[in-house]
């Protein structure tokens, strides 16, 4: 029974040790943390900005591949059309693989720019609650 109970004791003291250690690491990381804290949120800042950089490009060019190869399928059903007015079945049938190609870029091209504005819009909201995040801890300046 004498050996259970300082066991017991052991485990319980051993428990509050590790506690008081805990809350005392709390306390010295607080008043370092906010340097770090500021360090870290001016990174991801500062990445979330590239990105949204890069995606605002990438869109640029993705509709501007739309409206070129919006260009290219009217041009190729034109073409089309007079393939097929004058029996040329060869060349009617490369417009028509060349209309599908171009619909796909085009499906393709829009597919990528609504990706890079979900992820501009993500980035942005990220970057906005990282900033008021950082205000809102910042201590004030002495």
């Keep these: ?5 300082s066991v017991k004791n052991l485990v319980i003291g051993a428990l509050i040790s590790v506690g008081l250690l805990t809350a005392n690491l709390g306390l010295a990381q607080n008043g370092s943390s906010n340097s770090a804290n500021t360090t870290t949120a001016k990174k991801i800042v500062k990445k979330d900005k590239k990105d949204i950089k890069k995606d605002k490009k990438d ?3 993705d509709e501007k591949d739309i409206k070129k190869d919006k260009k290219d399928v009217a041009k190729d059903k034109k073409a089309l059309k007079k393939d097929v007015a004058s029996g040329n079945k060869a060349a009617a049938k490369k417009e028509a693989k060349d209309i599908k190609a171009d619909k796909k870029d085009i499906k393709a ?6 990706a890079d504005k979900k992820d501009i819009k993500k ?6 609650h990282v900033v008021h995040h950082a205000h809102k801890t910042a201590k004030p300046i002495k």
């Excluded at 029974?1 to 109970?5: E, G, T, W, Y």
């Excluded at 091209?109 to 609504?114: G, P, V």
């Design 1 to 5: 029974m004498l050996k259970a109970m």
């Design 59 to 61: 869109v640029k060019k």
């Design 109 to 114: 091209d829009k597919k990528d720019a609504k």
């Design 123 to 128: 980035d942005k909201k990220q970057v906005k």
